[in-house]
């Protein structure tokens, strides 16, 4: 009787062993199946940060354009005689295009317009915001006159051609606000090169950098 209590305490003590074993086994595999979650995890957090900060956090330069939809108001181009001259009145819309994940608040900006590298005109852009990954559409009306022109015998020379070759440069100064924390300062440039066709009397070309 003794010796089948001692082989069943035997058994019992094994069975506990065999037990302990497993679940110290068990433990350990869950510490390595949550070891690997973590890193997992952390590489997700890594590529997430990285990926926030150089897509959402980089600001990006606004995109400045002059519409193609020109609306001539008052177009009078005079080609007689020695005197040569131009009266412009159109309106546009001028375009900001922001790329950026927040706005981008703008200062009042002035757009000159050049004949031959002299000043004929110019128009003010008021200040304004173009929101996250959208474009600010602003009308603006635009008079242009060659009385301030130094030397009008290019003219002249352009106008029998029958075409007008007018530029617009713009320089726009605000900031992108990101994460309403972050904020950035860009600039917006803008060259474009206006060709007006005389004879038919509107607009022949119009290119923007």
Same mark, same amino acid.
């Given at each position: /009787? #003794?010796?089948?209590?001692?082989?069943?305490?035997?058994?019992? $003590?094994?069975?506990?062993?065999?037990?302990? =074993?497993?679940?110290?086994?068990?433990?350990? $595999?869950?510490?390595?199946?949550? #070891?690997?979650?973590?890193?997992?995890? #952390?590489?997700?957090?890594? %590529?997430?940060?990285?990926?926030?900060?150089?897509?959402? *956090?980089?600001?990006?330069? !606004?995109?400045?354009? =002059?519409?193609?939809?020109?609306?001539? @108001?008052?177009?009078?181009?005079?080609?007689?005689? +020695?005197?040569?001259?131009?009266?412009?009145?159109?309106?546009?819309?001028?375009?900001? $295009?922001?790329?950026?994940?927040?706005?981008?608040?703008?200062?009042?900006? &002035?757009?000159?317009?050049?004949?031959?590298?002299?000043?004929?005109? @110019?128009? %003010?852009? !008021?200040?304004?915001?173009?929101?996250?990954?959208?474009?600010?559409? %602003?009308?603006? %009306?635009?008079?242009?006159?060659? +009385?301030?022109?130094?030397?009008?015998?290019?003219?002249? &020379?352009?106008? #029998?051609?029958?075409?007008?070759? =007018?530029?617009? &440069?713009?320089? /726009? &100064?605000?900031?992108?606000?990101? /994460?309403?924390? /972050?904020?950035?300062?860009?600039?917006?440039? *803008?060259?474009?090169?206006?060709?007006?066709?005389?004879?038919? $009397?509107?607009?022949?070309? =119009?290119?923007? *950098?």
């Amino acid at each position: /009787m #003794a010796e089948k209590n001692q082989e069943g305490n035997g058994y019992t $003590k094994r069975d506990e062993e065999l037990a302990t =074993l497993q679940s110290d086994e068990l433990k350990r $595999k869950k510490r390595i199946k949550l #070891a690997i979650y973590i890193a997992i995890f #952390a590489v997700f957090q890594v %590529i997430v940060i990285t990926v926030f900060g150089l897509v959402v *956090m980089r600001a990006k330069s !606004p995109k400045l354009r =002059l519409s193609n939809n020109i609306d001539f @108001h008052n177009l009078n181009i005079v080609n007689v005689g +020695s005197s040569p001259s131009f009266d412009i009145n159109f309106s546009t819309q001028v375009r900001v $295009k922001n790329s950026n994940f927040g706005p981008y608040k703008f200062d009042n900006t &002035t757009a000159i317009f050049t004949y031959g590298g002299a000043t004929v005109g @110019h128009v %003010i852009i !008021p200040k304004g915001k173009a929101g996250l990954k959208s474009t600010k559409k %602003i009308n603006v %009306i635009v008079s242009l006159s060659s +009385s301030q022109l130094p030397n009008t015998a290019d003219l002249g &020379t352009e106008l #029998a051609a029958g075409t007008l070759t =007018l530029s617009t &440069t713009v320089k /726009m &100064t605000g900031k992108v606000e990101l /994460m309403l924390i /972050m904020k950035k300062k860009k600039s917006a440039n *803008m060259n474009c090169t206006i060709i007006i066709d005389v004879n038919q $009397k509107k607009l022949r070309n =119009l290119e923007c *950098m």
